[in-house]
């Protein structure tokens, strides 16, 4: 299972960026796709999830600023972010966890984590 997260980087406060994962080696389309996040310091948290038809969940103070899309044509799930605040500086990591709608066991998979910076 990979899951190849890009799109990080450095942008200024207020600006924006957009995450992808391309994920391989799951069945895409059976799997509850979502954005986390590290800040240093900090533990993993939620940003984002969808669902295999295509439910949103967000972290309530990250409501209206990001927003989390799946493309299961291309095996990719993406995170549109606005109004970037220095706050939201950190490693984001894409997680695929298996639906229970299509699967009786859970697996849970990460991918290695994209950089985000915003300066201020």
């Known amino acids: 299972v990979q899951l190849q997260a890009s799109g990080g980087g450095l942008v200024q406060a207020g600006g924006s960026l957009t995450l992808s994962c391309a994920a391989s080696?799951?069945?895409?389309?059976?799997?509850?796709m979502g954005w986390y996040r590290q800040a240093p310091g900090k533990q993993r948290e939620l940003v984002a999830d969808?669902?295999?038809?295509?439910?949103?969940n967000y972290a309530d103070s990250l409501k209206g600023r990001f927003t989390i899309s799946r493309d299961n044509a291309k095996n990719t799930v993406y995170l549109r972010m606005n109004s970037l605040k220095p706050e939201d500086t950190a490693v984001y990591y894409c997680n695929a966890r298996r639906s229970p709608v299509y699967y009786s066991t859970s697996a849970d998979y990460w991918g290695k984590g994209t950089q985000v910076t915003v300066s201020s």
């Open positions: 080696g799951i069945s895409f389309g059976g799997h509850v």
């Open positions: 969808i669902t295999t038809g295509g439910t949103t």
